[in-house]
């Protein structure tokens, strides 16, 4: 099993970065692929990004793209969120979870057994 923690939250202004990351415990990190999902006060929970388990291939969601970017390092089991240029609806809990290989669905909550604890994310104007 495996179990995460996030890290990095907190409060910036309009325009600002963050940097989220997520610490992974247990083996064969680099079988697990690693997501990020985010959820506002009394809206669905949204996918953000992932990234694969061995090619490493990205995936964003528009709201997002060209603003923030994922990336890990296997070596030291965690995963990150570069956040850039922050809105103040990017306004939201970061959650990261994971699992074993790869789904189709990668942007569903449904695919994932493990999952943070969560960061809070709080972009003022």
């Known amino acids: 099993q495996v179990q995460l923690v996030e890290s990095g939250g907190g409060l910036v202004q309009a325009g600002g970065s963050l940097r989220l990351s997520c610490a992974a415990s247990?083996?064969?990190?680099?079988?697990?692929?690693m997501v990020w999902f985010r959820q506002a006060p009394g809206k669905e929970r949204e996918f953000v990004g992932a990234?694969?388990?061995?090619?490493?291939?990205?995936y964003y969601a528009n709201s997002v793209k060209g603003r923030f970017s994922i990336s890990r390092d296997n070596a030291k089991n965690t995963v990150y969120l570069q956040m850039n240029n922050l809105k103040p609806e990017d306004t939201a809990v970061y959650y990261c979870?994971?699992?074993?290989?790869?789904?189709?669905?990668?942007?569903?909550?449904?695919?994932?057994?493990?999952w943070g604890q969560g960061t809070q994310v709080t972009v003022s104007s």
């Open positions: 990234i694969r388990e061995s090619s490493s291939t990205k």
């Open positions: 247990g083996d064969s990190f680099r079988t697990y692929t």
């Open positions: 979870a994971a699992r074993r290989y790869w789904s189709v669905n990668y942007a569903s909550g449904r695919e994932y057994n493990h």
